[in-house]
């Protein structure tokens, strides 16, 4: 009888050893959940309505942002001679360099935005935002 229980006692040891070894193995299963997460308060659905949204906007505004203006065509309609014409043409240019630079920023701001929200789907997608199933994902996965 002592056998048993001690075979019994040995057993769970093992069982209980082997799967906190394999939870703390696993730990970059989690990674993401350290990253920081924004949109974690919202539903699911809005996460998708957002990543939809924000995807078609972003493909957007990054075709209008697609080529840099150039300088050269506004200050080269000026004559050699008309200084004050070329000064003109370059600011306009800059003018124009100015807003296509803010509407740069902006499609970097969207891309920022839109990366997480990919991750906060993909992170809902593999069901590490449900602690149970994380844990025993971790405890289980050999």
């Known amino acids: 009888m002592f056998k048993a229980i001690l075979a ?3 057993l769970c040891s093992a069982v209980v050893g082997g799967g906190y ?5 696993n730990a970059p299963m989690d990674a993401d959940l350290q ?3 924004p949109y974690k308060t919202l539903a699911t659905a809005d996460v998708q309505k957002l990543l939809a949204a924000y995807g078609a906007e972003h493909t ?11 300088g050269a065509g506004v200050i080269d309609r000026f004559a050699a001679s008309d200084v ?4 003109q043409g370059f600011a306009t240019f800059q003018r124009e360099n100015e807003r296509w630079k803010n509407a740069r920023g ?3 701001e969207q891309e920022k935005t839109l990366a997480d929200l990919r991750l906060e ?22």
């Open 21 to 25: 070894y394999n939870y703390q193995r």
């Open 106 to 108: 902006q499609v970097f």
């Open 60 to 70: 957007r505004a990054k075709n209008s942002v697609a080529n840099a203006p150039g």
């Open 35 to 37: 990253k920081e997460r």
């Open 84 to 87: 004050g014409g070329k000064a």
């Open 8 to 10: 019994l006692l040995v």
């Open 121 to 142: 789907k993909s992170i809902r997608d593999r069901g590490l935002d449900i602690e149970r199933t994380r844990i025993w994902r971790r405890i289980s996965t050999f």
